[in-house]
């Protein structure tokens, strides 16, 4: 359902939105992922059609209840590979 790209992106929004309640910025996952703002906006609003993240232009991004569950999951599989 999600490239490891994608994977990707949601792991690090679930981990900073851990440390932040608000709305994460696309500066932060940028930098979380060492990558181009530009190219975290291009990719966060592809992930926010399959409806687990809303992104609000200035207000940043939060993840969606099944976002979470799904994020959460993710991380489990990640560290089950490690």
Do not use: C, P
Request: aromatic share 8%.
């Amino acid at each position: 359902m999600f490239s490891q790209s994608e994977e990707n992106y949601l792991k690090a929004i679930y981990h900073l939105e851990s440390i932040s309640k608000k709305g994460i910025s696309t500066n932060a996952i940028a930098k979380k992922l060492e990558t181009k703002a530009s190219s975290v906006t291009d990719m966060i609003k592809k992930i926010s059609e399959k409806n687990v993240i809303v992104y609000k232009k200035y207000q940043g991004v939060t993840l969606t209840e099944f976002g979470k569950k799904i994020a959460a999951n993710i991380v489990r599989k990640h560290r089950l590979w490690e």
